[in-house]
């Protein structure tokens, strides 16, 4: 008897494997780079490296137990139900200590309020490799029903995110509402995604779309494609709350700039009577 990851692994084309780890390993140095400059911003040049350090850990953590539970393999005879369930389990739980921390420790909320918001916006553009969707539809390898609206939503996502980025950086009149929108049609996306993806929603979006008989969502749970919803989809949910926190506070992009402006003169004077602030060269 093949193992899940058998089957399904056999239809996933190279190329698309490569595409989906590169986008995903990619995302993980993205986010990095992001609390790394905002710790350095903020802290001594030693809080900082922690900070840095600890989060890297726990991204390095993350994305190995990602790889790992898509790998590992399965009987074909699996109960996809299951799968489902708990692939909906992981997103909902790391979404929820992933955004909850803000209210429980000051370092995280300070290093997160301290990214800016554009970047934020921008981190979403990873969105558009889901056009993948789109190629897989047409060799067989993933059904209508998932393919159409994940592809084109992903799409959609990644471009408003980009022009909410662009349009916040120029500190444009409707910055803020632009960037709201852009959330929320990506918070939209990804539940219809998820939706389709574990069956919730497959009866619906089959009466729209369609679905050939001998396509099926199942390799969304083993490697490649399964990499998706167990990192960058929590992820992506995690950013898309975190900035809609902070423009909820704003009422205006400059009103950001000038805050963000602030915090950095106070820390930068912190630094300079803090001992271990060490200077950095």
Do not use: C
């Amino acid at each position: 008897m093949k193992e899940v990851s058998e089957v399904y692994g056999e239809n996933v084309p190279v190329w698309a494997a490569v595409v989906v780890v590169l986008v995903i390993v990619t995302t993980a140095i993205v986010a990095w780079a992001g609390v790394r400059s905002a710790a350095r911003s903020l802290f001594s040049t030693r809080k900082a490296a922690r900070v840095s350090t600890l989060f890297a850990a726990v991204m390095a953590a993350w994305l190995a137990a990602a790889f790992l539970i898509t790998l590992v393999p399965r009987p074909e005879t699996a109960n996809a139900a299951t799968g489902a369930v708990i692939v909906l389990g992981w997103n909902v739980a790391l979404t929820a200590v992933g955004y909850g921390l803000r209210f429980v420790s000051g370092t995280y909320r300070e290093v997160i309020d301290g990214i800016p918001q554009q970047l934020l916006l921008a981190f979403q553009s990873y969105r558009l490799v889901g056009a993948i969707f789109l190629p897989l539809l047409a060799l067989g390898v993933l059904p209508a029903f998932f393919a159409v609206p994940a592809g084109a939503g992903d799409i959609v996502a990644g471009l408003a995110a980009l022009g909410a980025a662009y349009l916040y950086a120029r500190s444009r009149a409707w910055a803020r509402g632009a960037a709201v929108g852009a959330n929320l049609i990506g918070m939209l996306d990804f539940v219809v995604a998820l939706g389709a993806g574990s069956g919730i929603l497959a009866a619906p979006l089959q009466a729209v779309f369609g679905a050939a008989p001998a396509t099926t969502t199942g390799l969304l749970s083993v490697f490649p494609l399964g990499l998706i919803p167990l990192f960058v989809v929590p992820l992506g949910f995690i950013v898309h709350l975190q900035s809609l926190t902070r423009l909820a506070r704003q009422t205006s992009p400059e009103t950001a700039w000038s805050t963000r402006a602030v915090r950095s003169v106070e820390s930068a004077k912190t630094r300079r009577h803090d001992p271990a602030g060490e200077r950095r060269p």
